[in-house]
């Protein structure tokens, strides 16, 4: 074959198709109003008034209205119902009372594709009033009311200030694998497996690969499911979620950890202020206050809000749901905080990795980060030195079986590091004021639930 017949049977891809269809940003551009638009969408919900109707077309960016009218646009009304997928023409033209402030006068459309049944979901409405059971059972279909898909785009930017901050930061993105031999967490917990007749694991944290790549490039993160294999059936708890985990080397204390996550949030909060106003707008929220963090020992709090709030003190060594819940409520009234860090918490109830606070070793130089009343942060200062960790290890009763690796970094030498992990959906949970982790999980697997 000549090689200009080859040439001529082949097609070169250039790169991204520049579309004549418009999305709502480009649709807001000064110079469009009084021009022929070509917009495609998913039909939200029609509003027939006779000789006129209204057609609301559903985009990622938000909603825009379309005018049918009898007479003039070059289509019967009755072939068009909700959920259809349709390209539309018309005249783009201002109406201060369309979403966004535009509409456009329609002229042609085009069905792209068209449901099979109806939907299950008053999905058009402005604030989807159904039982959680039911998103969640319809979770594909649920998720594109126009509020509850605003949520995941509050969580995208959460990520995103994450990712973000930390580049700034100077660390490097990891990927850690999910699989594993040994929990970094240890206990009951676990979800088994078999891994071709070997048993495994599914990890509850990064944990002992980001310590390890720390002796690698000195700041990482990563954003991936953990799993936990808890038998809690409750509005704060699940069996995977997404943990946020940094962890940093060369640190003077764990407090660098608790501003470098002041800083984070300092800077996500910004962001949503900025590219997420929509969102923010849509669903009524305000943003916390990041400018100041307090932070306040274990021992102490407990103290604080137990004499402020009559309430005895039953558990010394860790933190009850409703003790977080007044610890949020003292923060927010002695200093106008809706963050409150807990520091040192007892050494009995942190891992092994934990450093013990060497002022007094029942405590370690770990924290919380409480946020309206839920704890959304563990991290700490994580013990760096070999001969250290193992006599931690022996004091607890442990072995080093399937752990020579991760022992093997601290063996050939690591530097003072600490770092932590955030559950997303709890801290997306707590922007929105939802008294539910589920609502603010795309799909969530728990005790129950394994679909869809």
């Known amino acids: 074959m000549l090689e200009s017949e080859r040439r001529s049977k082949m097609e070169l891809v250039t790169g991204v198709k520049k579309k004549e269809t418009l999305e709502l940003r480009e649709l807001l551009e000064a110079g469009r109003i009084g021009t022929e638009v070509r917009v495609n969408g998913a039909i939200h919900t029609i509003r027939d008034m006779g000789t006129v109707a209204f057609i609301i077309l559903r985009k990622r960016e938000g909603l825009v209205q379309c005018v049918y009218e009898e007479g003039v646009s070059k289509f019967n009304l009755k072939d068009v119902k909700e959920a259809d997928t349709v390209e539309v023409s018309g005249m783009l033209e201002r109406s201060e009372k369309a979403p966004n402030g535009i509409e456009i006068r329609l002229g042609e459309l085009k069905i792209l594709s068209e449901p099979a049944e109806p939907m299950p979901l008053p999905i058009s409405k402005w604030k989807l009033n159904t039982s959680l059971e039911a998103k969640l059972n319809y979770r594909p279909i649920s998720l594109r009311n126009i509020r509850e898909r605003a949520k995941f785009r509050i969580q995208e930017g959460i990520v995103r200030g994450f990712r973000d901050f930390l580049y700034q930061e100077g660390f490097t993105e990891i990927h850690t694998p999910k699989i594993g031999a040994k929990s970094a967490e240890g206990g ?209 009763g442990m072995t080093d079986e399937g752990m020579e690796q991760y022992l093997s970094a601290f063996k050939h030498g690591m530097p003072p590091h600490g770092g932590l992990g955030i559950g997303m959906e709890r801290l997306t949970m707590k922007m929105m004021n939802e008294d539910n982790v589920r609502e603010t999980t795309l799909f969530p697997r728990d005790l129950s639930r394994l679909e869809p």
């Open 188 to 396: 009951a917990n676990l979800f088994r497996l078999e891994y071709f007749h070997r048993p495994a694991i599914l990890q509850q944290s990064p944990q002992f690969y980001k310590q390890m790549m720390v002796g690698v490039f000195d700041r990482v993160f990563e954003t991936a499911p953990v799993f936990r294999a808890e038998k809690h059936n409750t509005k704060r708890h699940l069996n995977e979620y997404t943990s946020l985990d940094f962890e940093m080397g060369y640190i003077d204390g764990f407090e660098d950890i608790m501003a470098m996550e002041t800083g984070f949030l300092q800077y996500t909060m910004t962001l949503l202020e900025k590219e997420y106003a929509r969102e923010l707008k849509i669903l009524n929220i305000q943003v916390p206050k990041t400018k100041e963090i307090p932070a306040v020992r274990f021992d102490e709090i407990k103290k604080l809000v137990a004499e402020k709030y009559d309430r005895k003190i039953k558990n010394p060594f860790d933190l009850e749901p409703e003790e977080e819940m007044l610890i949020s409520r003292y923060a927010k009234e002695e200093w106008d905080a809706d963050f409150v860090f807990v520091t040192h918490y007892p050494s009995k109830k942190r891992p092994f990795y934990a450093m013990d606070d060497p002022a007094d070793p029942t405590y370690t130089l770990s924290f919380d980060l409480l946020f309206r009343g839920m704890e959304i942060t563990t991290g700490g200062q994580r013990i760096h030195d070999y001969h250290e960790l193992l006599a931690k290890m022996e004091k607890r």
